[in-house]
């Protein structure tokens, strides 16, 4: 029966300051917390597209190195899937650590949120299942018309841009990828395919390629592709990597098997191969 006096005791102890202050006694009310600010990584405009029918939200990252004056022209890299819930943070980040740490050279990185993306990153197709997947499909090449004849004209007037363009995208925005390599090669000087879902329209357009080597050929970019361990996207990929290896002279640059990556993790990994290789920095002048 000693434990009802020890919570007395303890009552009395914890109450003590305040009834030894008074009931009239003043305390100080905590500190309140400063407002937060947004955090800012870049810039955001859009785009009202005659090409497309609706407005496009555009999102904008400029590494900052280190001794880089601010109005140097850079080139640019446009990314499908660059909203900032899909894969522009991330791949901003890339930009952001390779270019501060010397592992390429600054790209203005610009990427264009989706809406239907389904229908855009697809050309037309006969496959039943592919129709299946979206409401509509098969507007790759408005698609394309928006980059080269809308956006493109605006990322120039807007930022100091050299001619220097690159395209990147995984899945079916690496459909989308291959698709504008081979059928209009010359409108960017690199092209990164990540597990492309060369599939699209039971692989017509991989069947196809081999006819159309001879204009990529000529136009000289340089390609780089990556693979998951998905074995239909792996063979898939394997095969557009042998084409185009085939070419003379050969716009593949690298392909890069991981196969310790799925479908959902090889964007990142594999951008940041792709980064390292195309656009690698030019090495530190002598002293």
């Given amino acids: 029966m000693r434990v009802a006096p020890l919570i007395v005791m303890l009552s009395l102890a914890i109450a003590g300051p305040v009834l030894a202050a008074g009931p009239d006694a003043k305390t100080t009310p905590p500190a309140q917390a400063a407002a937060a600010s947004p955090l800012v990584i870049g810039e955001t405009f859009t785009v ?28 640019v890299i446009y990314m499908p899937d660059g909203g900032i819930a899909e894969d522009f943070l991330h791949v901003a980040g890339l930009v952001q650590v390779l270019s501060g740490n010397g592992s390429m050279r600054p790209f203005l990185l610009v990427g264009i949120e989706n809406t239907e993306r389904r229908r855009d990153m ?49 899945s079916l925005a690496g459909l989308f990828v291959v698709e504008t390599l081979l059928q209009e090669p010359t409108l960017f000087n690199s092209y990164i395919a990540l597990d492309p879902s060369l599939w699209w329209n039971r692989g017509t357009m991989l069947a196809a390629a081999a006819k159309q080597l001879p204009a990529v050929a000529r136009a000289r970019p340089q390609v780089f592709l990556a693979s998951s361990g998905q074995p239909q996207l792996a063979a898939t990929t394997a095969q557009l990597a042998a084409l185009l290896q085939q070419a003379s002279p050969s716009p593949l640059v690298k392909y890069l098997p991981l196969p310790e990556e799925t479908h959902a993790t090889i964007y990142h990994p594999a951008a940041l191969q792709a980064l390292r290789t195309l656009f690698p920095a030019p090495p530190p002048a002598s002293p």
């Fill in 122 to 170: 697809t050309g037309p197709s006969t496959d039943r299942q592919d129709q299946k997947i979206a409401p509509r499909i098969g507007g790759s090449a408005a698609y394309r018309s928006f980059l080269r004849d809308e956006l493109m004209p605006q990322v120039r007037q807007r930022y100091p841009t050299t001619d220097e363009r690159a395209l990147i995208g995984e």
């Fill in 48 to 75: 009202q597209s005659k090409a497309l029918g609706e407005t496009r939200r555009i999102n904008v990252y400029r590494p900052q190195p280190w001794g880089l004056d601010p109005k140097t022209p850079l080139p």
